[in-house]
């Protein structure tokens, strides 16, 4: 019977009861569906990571030697070490000779391909290259195919015996694409055995990549051309290329092989913090190494890890504060429903029901509905937002396996949202049982009128009627208060942060694309482009030359690892076309002699301008020193800035890598430039690459409305109730429906306005949090635009004002003498 | 033999302090088994109270309470519940039926309360409304719910049937019939029936008639003739 009483008043009460269902789909569905895709790349990552045994650390060094692999090996703390060869390369032009990185490997331990068809990775294979897999399928290549990819100007061509995913390239990207496109990067992995070491050196030497010299300082092998040449009275000068070319021809394969240096050596551990172990590792190879890193500077890997804690912060900022209003909402609805039930809950234990009976009863209401609405919340989270989720982002990604998953954490919110509506109900139903049945099969007796606080304001007596009543039942009732205030609270937290991310990415476009790329065109400059090339341009176009390179920064010179930052070097020459913005987001020119430091690194670092910052090029050792001059912000790209001149003083040759003007330069025809793009495109690869983001934030802002709406309509639903008999007392003193609706609104407006400003600070910091989780790389702007203000909260001061309209109209309904008889 | 009901030096206080007050004043009185009895008072003679303590849903001050072997004023919750459910029948003033369940299931909800209870749709017929089983509250009169609550209280089975002011919202003529239902579980059913009310006419109808005033009982009558409702002139 208990349970008929109970689908029958959720029907009766159906607006409650689906409030109470939405909110807690809302909740867990939004938890369940962006976390499933956190908790799914997780996974997945997990299982990749395990399957290919991913490196914990990168060494990279002129020459690692077997027994330097050995060294490491015997460390107590590593597990598995493997050096291997690493070229860059490009495809043939049939596949727009897309840049290539080539793994040449004489073992397969750490790092492994993972083999998404064909056969198994093979060191001994000869023959065969094993190709990525997104570039395969950009390009429709297949196991079995014959492929072409050049290094060094020497072109080979081998089968495609397998494709791979690499757990060191779960992101990339072509570094002169604007947005991701497989057709353009990709990588192979090719055996020690299968790679022409010979042809590839006498390539080297016939393109002068390699001088004599370079052979001489890198390698004995022409000590003996040198010795014979010396009884000659000759000296190294005097050795030709041919001369060179015919001693690589003679020497042994074995020879050849020496020539080329393993460059990386790579190793697992069980510690947590490789890093840690620098000093250990330096010290088991005589620090014969560049650089240690481990998989927080590699970029294939820390762009997802990046993107993922950006997405946990964000389903965990949205979905806390869902749960929070849920469960809140919840709890104050669930009370008023049993304090209306009081007098059956009273007749119910008169009759002889246990209290247990009668909990349970009430529990079931919360249980059945909060259930119904978590578990679907949760399938719907997971198999449909999640999946869709996963799809706007494993696009970008490689991930084997990727897919919407969940955990404990899932099923924890689940069970904290119908625990917690469970409780709320057992709460208000053990708190009208302790009252003896006698007393409860009588309504509740109405509260002791006191002063409230405003009635000793001196002006008291000088406010109106309604102002005063309003202000008195505002302190009288206080839950209701707190609801109507909470409501809005929530309701404004949401649209900033919903809003804010919105109106932040049109904020970093107008950033980006106009002042820090103040150009109209960007030219991609060839790998060998020089000061001639230089010349030639600029004596046909008023542009800016900008070099990007990589160097380590830190506090103080030869720093240890741990305290070094990897950066970008930027180097501008000053013409105000590639601009620095300082921390306000404005631009700055940047005075010579002096340096300008990426915000977040320099708060790393703790250095401030007038600190001298030491930075050095990735693959030299030398230290140099800069003052800083500014400290500087971009949305997506940290890094130091030196004036070209700056940089030259350094006896650095300036290589830019791009070429920036406002001239229109698409029509140019020289090998120099490799690829124009015009302002356009910039801005739609843009809008490509924030369109993800915008999708994600849409979904967020569709179902803060929701929830704006439900909260707001709960809030309410639960004033109009409780003060049901009260208007009905007032239409019968007199009080025209009007002006009661009058002071409704002109209460519910109030404390619209308070929920609104104590929304803005919490709504700030969820914004906050959420856009600063996205990675050391990334300074998006934290604080939204007065705009932002001005849309969020006239939002939710409309839905409202539309909410209390809506109950307001209710008055002119209302059945005095049905609200005024009867105590059900 | 011992009285059903043993009703002793009971005391009850609301309030605190200086608003204390006494609902119940020092009362004592017994009741025997299938006894039809009327507690006479006007409003604020603690006669509700009385009722509310007889059935368990009140616990007194001072005093105590015995009835049919068990010590009421002594139970705690668990043995109240368990008192309420199988020995007092309730019939409110203003029914208390749950608006939410038919007719039959505001009864047949007695089985999830009683092992002991007995078949509802034969309570039903005992008190005329097996047509009205299907209805909801709301869409019978109120004599009608009147008889469902009386349907729903002796569908326990209970000993004694506690009427608060059954009466006290029902016209005349509907009262009546509501009354000689009481009256038939008394005389016919063997149950002992104890009225709450201040309409002094209930009281021909009475074995034992007890006048309240101001928390105290001011007289105990036995009325050695008690007129069958059906002769009483309203």
């Not at chain 2, 506690?162 to 059913?189: F, H, Q, Y």
Request: charged share 25%; proline share 2%; aromatic share 10%.
């Amino acid at each position: 019977m208990l349970f008929k009483k109970m689908l029958r008043e959720i029907r009766l009460d159906f607006g409650h009861f689906l409030s109470i269902f939405l909110l807690s789909f809302l909740a867990v569905m939004l938890f369940s569906g962006l976390e499933s895709n956190v908790i799914g790349a997780n996974q997945a990552r997990e299982k990749f990571h395990e399957e290919t045994n991913l490196a914990d650390g990168w060494l990279y060094g002129e020459n690692f030697s077997d027994e330097d692999a050995e060294k490491i090996s015997s460390l107590s703390f590593v597990n598995d070490v493997q050096r291997r060869m690493k070229f860059s390369g490009s495809a043939d032009s049939e596949h727009d000779n897309a840049e290539l990185t080539i793994f040449v490997e004489n073992e397969n331990l750490v790092s492994k391909p993972y083999i998404v068809s064909g056969e198994d990775f093979d060191v001994a294979s000869e023959d065969g290259i094993w190709l990525a897999d997104r570039f395969a399928q950009a390009w429709e290549i297949k196991p079995g195919d014959t492929f072409s990819f050049s290094v060094e100007g020497l072109t080979i061509t081998k089968e495609v015996k397998g494709l791979i995913d690499s757990p060191e390239y779960e992101y990339m990207m072509a570094s002169d694409d604007l947005k991701i496109d497989f057709h353009h990067i990709g990588y192979i992995y090719m055996s020690y055995d299968g790679f022409p070491f010979r042809e590839y050196i006498s390539c080297m030497i016939e393109n002068n990549t390699i001088s004599v010299s370079d052979i001489i300082e890198n390698s004995d092998s022409l000590d003996d051309i040198i010795a014979n040449l010396e009884q000659y009275g000759m000296t190294k000068d005097d050795i030709t290329k041919d001369m060179i070319l015919e001693k690589i021809e003679k020497m042994s394969e074995e020879d050849i092989r020496s020539m080329i240096p393993f460059t990386q050596m790579i190793f697992t551990t069980d510690e947590e913090d490789v890093m840690s172990h620098e000093d250990e590792i330096a010290d088991a190879i005589d620090d014969n190494y560049a650089v240690m890193l481990d998989s927080s500077s590699i970029t294939g890997i820390v762009r997802l890890d990046d993107e993922l804690a950006q997405h946990n912060s964000v389903s965990w900022g949205f979905s806390v504060v869902f749960v929070i209003i849920a469960m809140l909402v919840i709890f104050i609805s669930m009370n008023r429903m049993v304090d209306n039930q009081r007098i059956q809950i009273g007749t119910m234990k008169a009759l002889g029901m246990k209290k247990g009976k009668i909990i349970f009863h009430y529990i079931s209401y919360n249980l059945i509905i909060s259930l119904l609405g978590s578990v679907g919340g949760f399938f719907v989270g997971v198999f449909a937002l999640g999946e869709k989720i996963v799809g706007l982002f494993n696009g970008n990604y490689t991930v084997p396996g990727w897919e919407a998953g969940f955990d404990a954490t899932s099923i924890l919110i689940m069970i904290l949202v119908v625990g917690g509506s469970v409780l709320s109900s057992c709460m208000s139903c053990a708190k009208i049982l302790k009252i003896n049945p006698a007393e409860s099969l009588r309504p509740a007796p109405p509260r002791s009128g006191k002063k409230c606080i405003f009635e000793f304001l001196p002006f008291w007596n000088k406010l109106g009627f309604s102002t005063q009543y309003n202000l008195r039942n505002i302190t009288r009732s206080k839950v209701r208060t707190f609801m109507g205030i909470f409501g809005t609270t929530c309701g404004m937290i949401l649209m900033l942060a919903s809003v804010g991310s919105l109106g932040f990415v049109d904020e970093l476009s107008d950033w980006s694309l106009e002042k820090i790329q103040n150009y109209d065109y960007q030219a991609s400059l060839s790998d060998d482009f020089n000061a001639e090339d230089m010349q030639k341009i600029s004596d046909q176009y008023e542009g800016e030359f900008v070099e990007f390179g990589t160097i380590e920064v830190a506090a103080k010179s030869n720093a240890v690892s741990a305290d070094r930052s990897l950066q970008t070097l930027i180097v501008t020459e000053g013409k105000g076309l590639y601009n620095l913005t300082d921390v306000n987001l404005e631009v700055q020119e940047l005075p010579e002699g002096k340096a300008a430091l990426s915000r977040k690194v320099a708060e790393k670092l703790n250095l401030n301008v007038g600190d001298t910052v030491y930075w050095h090029m990735y693959d030299e050792n030398t230290w140099y020193e800069a003052e800083i001059g500014l400290i500087s912000r971009a949305p997506s790209l940290t890094s130091l800035t030196l004036l070209r001149s700056d940089f030259e003083e350094t006896n650095h040759e300036f290589k830019p890598s791009m070429f920036v003007t406002d001239e229109d330069i698409t029509g140019y025809d020289g090998e120099e430039i490799v690829s124009v793009l015009v302002k356009s495109d910039l801005e739609e690869a843009y809008v490509n690459n924030m369109s993800v983001i915008n999708d994600l934030i849409s979904v967020l802002l569709v179902f803060s409305v929701i929830m704006i709406v439900v909260v707001l309509y709960s809030s309410g639903n639960i004033s109009f109730h409780e003060r049901n008999k009260e208007f009905a007392t007032m239409k019968v003193i007199g009080f025209s429906s009007k002006k009661i609706r009058n002071l409704i609104t002109k209460e519910n407006i109030w404390l619209s306005v308070i929920g609104v400003i104590i929304g803005i600070p919490f709504g700030n910091a969820v914004l906050s949090a959420m856009v600063n989780s996205n990675g050391e790389n990334y300074d998006y702007p934290t604080s939204a635009s007065p705009v932002v203000y001005l849309i969020s909260a006239a939002f939710v001061l409309i839905v409202s004002a539309l909410v209390s309209f809506m109950f307001s109209r209710r008055i002119k309904k209302l059945d005095m003498v049905g609200s005024l008889k009867g105590m059900e | 033999m011992a009285a059903l009901i043993e009703f002793k030096n009971i005391v009850k206080v609301y309030g605190t302090g200086e608003a204390a007050q006494k609902a119940v004043d020092d009362v004592s009185f017994t009741i025997e088994e299938g006894e039809f009895v009327v507690i006479l008072g006007q409003s604020g003679a603690g006669k509700s109270t009385i009722l509310n303590m007889l059935g368990g849903m009140d616990t007194p001050d001072s005093g105590t309470i015995n009835i049919d072997g068990g010590l009421v004023s002594s139970m705690n919750d668990k043995q109240l519940s368990d008192y309420r459910a199988k020995t007092v029948g309730f019939i409110f003033q203003f029914y208390n039926l749950i608006p939410t369940l038919t007719a039959y299931e505001n009864v047949a909800l007695i089985k999830s309360i009683s092992k002991d209870s007995l078949d509802p749709m034969e309570m039903l017929k005992s008190v005329g409304l097996e047509s009205h089983k299907n209805k909801f509250p709301s869409q019978m009169s109120g004599g009608e719910q009147q008889r469902v609550s009386i349907a729903r209280a002796i569908a326990k089975n209970p000993k004694i049937i506690l009427g608060d002011e059954p009466t006290g919202a029902l016209d005349s003529n509907t009262g009546v019939i509501v009354l000689e239902l009481m009256w038939k579980l008394c005389r016919e059913d063997k149950r002992t029936v104890i009225i709450v009310t201040h309409n002094a006419d209930i009281a021909q109808c009475a074995d034992k008639v007890i006048r309240m005033k101001n928390g105290k009982i001011i007289e105990i009558k036995q009325n050695e003739n008690p007129v069958p409702v059906s002769e009483v002139n309203w």
